[in-house]
């Protein structure tokens, strides 16, 4: 695996996702930035297969994801079981406030860190 | 120079009219595979109507759950014989509906039946877990072998809307030759090139027609009309793809009525069979008495163990039963938006009710919510559609709602609602469903407002609906 990040830019219905690989084996990372929706299961996916063989954790930074819908949240549960088959632990990062209310509705906060307890931090 | 001319329209005359014909063939395809794919979910719906009977039956020994066992027996021999003249007409499908024909049959027979014979004379025989788990084995493999027509029909389809696409970008590419001779040459061919526009029209609207269908079999026909309540119904489709939203409203047993709107993930042929599978098992299980909380704990364990591509449910579910001239409402909701009550004194605001998305995980959270509604109080629940159409954000639900209390019936809250998805400039990504019921109870007349139609048998459910918008007024 090259140890230079690889970036990915999905075209969606009306907005982007950006998608990019680093870290260097464990815990490899993918940040997607933009919007997670319908269009964006097959990049992502396709990004974490690719990084599944070489890694035995993987970072999934969403905190640049500005919206995510209920694609974009099965785009994750996809995601979670693609790892869960592969053995590799999926860990997501906190998430902005907005894609946090996603989880927490469809009752998957639990899925993400609890916020940052310092009232300075990013959420 | 104008011979030559006049073959290049020629040509590009023909080019067009081969492609509007690609199109229209498209389309009828279409609508074939569509009715195919409706006759699977049929017959699969029937299984699972069969199967929630007998296990309702052998559990709790009511005859009540026979009836439901009954109707769907009945319904299967014609619901086999419409999937197989749907893939008579569908040739590529013959094999697989045949062979689901089969194991439709091995389960009736050597299954149904006995098991309905040895209840009669051994209930607790009959209840054994050995024996309820060869149920769920077979009817597993029922469907899973019409998931996997579902999926054959979905590629296919996806081939032939590629097909289209493609007929349709060539077409514009000819079009745009032939348009430049034409300009140069002659009107007079203008008046064809026209004619043929209207046909691609047609065919399209054609195959947009076939899609509604669809949709439209996955929601109720008509809304009932429940006692001394209002009730208003909006269905959006925007994504252009049938699939992903469901409501309904019915009675249920001692007095109550039931409400559900849901959410599918995903859209197509494999969504609109698991919108079908989530509406009817919601529906066979609340009209025989589950709370809204079994209903869909049961919901789950049944998505559970399919495959289905972490495709998952969410769903709302109000429950109403009116006491002491006051509608006393229980909601359950499994990874979906809480709906707003809209009191008339106070503030809007969404109900405490949440939990865990339906389909995904083995063990689910849910934690139900009380709510009492005076005379002139409402509740709207919805799909997330109303918000999360792209990364602009408007306000809370609860604020479009904010100014109706006590002013508004359902149908003005129902408008409400779905004026907020309007800050989105679109396209739309995704369906939008509002379900709103306002507790008329027995208002003194002189205390309504002139508009309220108090009266529930004139309330008529969606007839607000303005067709400007792009709802279906569903009367």
């Known amino acids: 695996m090259s140890p230079d990040a690889q970036s990915a830019r999905t075209s969606n219905a009306s907005g982007h996702l950006g998608i990019v690989t680093g870290g260097n084996g464990d815990p490899a990372i993918v940040t997607l930035t933009g919007e997670l929706d319908m269009s964006a299961a097959p990049g992502v996916l396709a990004s974490l297969e690719g990084l599944t063989g070489g890694s035995r954790a993987i970072v999934l930074d969403i905190d640049g994801v500005a919206f995510i819908d209920s694609a974009g949240l099965r785009c994750i549960l996809m995601c979670e079981g693609l790892c869960r088959d592969a053995g590799v632990e999926l860990r997501l990062t906190r998430g902005s406030p907005r894609v946090r209310r996603v989880f927490k509705v469809a009752g998957l906060l639990d899925r993400l860190p609890a916020p940052d307890p310092d009232p300075a931090g990013r959420d | ?475």
Request: hydrophobic fraction near 40%; include cysteine.
């Open chain 2, 1 to 475: 120079m104008v011979a030559a001319g006049a073959l290049l329209v020629a040509v590009g005359v023909a080019l067009l009219l081969s492609n509007t014909v690609e199109l229209r063939s498209d389309s009828e395809g279409t609508t074939r595979s569509e009715n195919y794919l409706l006759r699977v979910v049929d017959v699969e719906r029937s299984v699972v109507d069969v199967e929630t009977g007998l296990r309702g039956y052998v559990i709790t020994g009511r005859p009540l759950f026979l009836q439901p066992l009954y109707g769907a027996r009945a319904g299967l021999p014609a619901a086999e014989r419409a999937l197989r003249e749907a893939a008579v007409a569908n040739h590529a499908y013959e094999h697989g509906s045949d062979a689901l024909i089969a194991s439709v049959g091995r389960y009736l027979e050597g299954y149904v039946v006995p098991l309905l014979a040895r209840s009669q004379h051994d209930l607790a025989g009959a209840r054994s877990s050995a024996v309820t788990l060869e149920g769920k084995r077979l009817v597993d493999g029922i469907r899973d072998e019409a998931a996997s027509l579902e999926r054959g029909l979905s590629g296919s389809e996806a081939a032939r809307q590629n097909a289209a696409h493609d007929a349709t970008d060539r077409s514009i590419t000819e079009a745009i030759v032939v348009l430049v001779v034409l300009t140069l040459l002659t009107v007079a061919t203008g008046t064809l090139i026209g004619r043929v526009a209207v046909e691609r029209e047609v065919a399209r609207e054609h195959s947009d027609a076939t899609s509604e269908t669809l949709q439209q079999s996955l929601l109720p026909s008509c809304l009932p009309s429940i006692p001394r309540c209002e009730l208003a119904a909006r269905f959006i489709p925007n994504s252009g793809l049938v699939g992903g939203d469901f409501y309904d409203a019915f009675e249920t047993p001692n007095g109550t009525w039931t409400l559900i709107i849901g959410d599918v993930s995903g859209k197509g042929a494999p969504a609109a069979a698991l919108t079908a599978m989530a509406r009817w098992t919601l529906r066979s299980l609340l009209e025989s008495g589950a709370s809204p909380v079994e209903a869909l704990r049961v919901l789950n364990s049944t998505m559970i163990g399919q495959s289905l591509e972490r495709r998952f449910v969410t769903v709302a579910c109000m429950r109403l039963r009116e006491q002491d001239g006051r509608l006393q409402v229980t909601v359950a909701c499994a990874g979906h938006p809480p709906p707003i009550l809209v009191p008339t004194a106070g503030a809007p605001h969404p109900v405490g009710a949440e939990g865990t998305l339906l389909g995904v995980l083995p063990a689910i959270e849910l934690q139900p919510a009380e709510v009492e509604l005076a005379p002139g109080d409402g509740i709207v629940a919805f799909t997330d559609g109303i918000t999360d159409q792209g990364p602009q954000e408007g306000p809370p639900p609860e604020q479009a709602l904010a100014g109706h209390p006590g002013h508004g019936n359902a149908d003005s809250l129902a408008d409400a609602l779905q004026r907020l998805s309007e800050v989105y400039a679109g396209p739309y990504r995704d369906d939008i469903a509002i379900l709103a019921l306002r507790y008329v109870g027995a208002l003194p007349r002189q205390e309504t407002e002139p508009a309220i139609r108090a009266d529930p048998a004139t309330a008529v459910p969606g007839s607000g609906d303005t067709p400007a918008s792009g709802s279906i007024p569903r009367v």
